[in-house]
Antibody
Framework: QVTLKESGPGMLQPSKTLSLTCSFS??????????VSWIRQPSGKSLEWLAA???????YYNPSLKSRLTVSKDTSNTQVFLKITSVDIADTATYYC????????????WGQGVMVTVSS | DTVLTQSPALAVSPGERVTISCRAS??????MHWYQQKPGQQPKLLIY???NLESGVPARFSGSGSGTDFTLTIDPVEADDTATYFC?????????FGAGTKLELK
């Protein structure tokens, strides 16, 4: 059974760095073709793909946010992390991690999401 | 970026057939996927590769299209299908989503 779960600070101040963790089970990120992505959704709005890391450790970023994003994974291949620097109010959203299997980059399993509010 | 355009909302009666469209600003081949999202929940994959039904998804859902024009069809619609439906393309970098179509039941 594949599950993913996001965790994060809930609220942080503008200009700080947001750190998110995606803990997953039911698959290994060391398996060829596996990819974990981060996707966010402001309340009432659409979805925005942010970043991804694949089984080989290759990293992919949305160019619009690339300078502020860092995606990484742990050595046990059971957690993926995302850091967003210099957050502002526009970064307020629910952040999801999601799995892709194979190279088609559709998301077959999603975490429940973690809501992050940027406020002073 | 590839912009995906969806109609904002639709209202149909249970038992009817509904088609939800998604138009891409450039070709995405068959790299188009559809998700259902209910309030307070994460998106759920329905269709991948334009026309492939995800395991466990009822056969009432189907997808078609290639290039720039895509359709998600629900036939027949049931009350539980009330949700927002998003298309997503994975052919061009970065991967993008449509704004969503909110489906309401009359």
């Amino acid at each position: 059974q594949v599950t993913l779960k996001e965790s994060g600070p809930g609220m942080l101040q503008p200009s700080k760095t947001l750190s998110l963790t995606c803990s997953f089970s039911g698959f290994s990120l060391s398996t060829s073709g596996m990819v974990v992505s981060w996707i966010r959704q402001p309340s009432g709005k659409s979805l925005e793909w942010l970043a991804a890391i694949d089984w080989d450790g290759d990293k992919y970023y949305n160019p619009s946010l690339k300078s502020r994003l860092t995606v990484s994974k742990d050595t046990s291949n059971t957690q993926v992390f995302l850091k967003i620097t210099s957050v502002d109010i526009a970064d307020t959203a629910t952040y999801y991690c999601a799995r892709s299997a194979g190279l088609s980059y559709y998301f077959d399993y999603w975490g429940q999401g973690v809501m992050v509010t940027v406020s002073s | 970026d590839t912009v995906l355009t969806q109609s904002p909302a639709l209202a149909v009666s249970p038992g009817e057939r509904v088609t939800i469209s998604c138009r891409a600003s450039e070709s995405v081949s068959t790299g188009m996927h559809w998700y259902q999202q209910k309030p307070g929940q994460q998106p759920k994959l329905l269709i991948y590769g334009a026309s492939n039904l995800e395991s466990g998804v009822p056969a009432r859902f189907s997808g078609s299209g290639s290039g720039t024009d895509f359709t998600l069809t629900i036939d027949p619609v049931e009350a539980d299908d009330t949700a927002t439906y998003f298309c997503q393309q994975s052919w061009n970098d970065p991967y993008t989503f449509g704004a969503g179509t909110k489906l309401e039941l009359k």
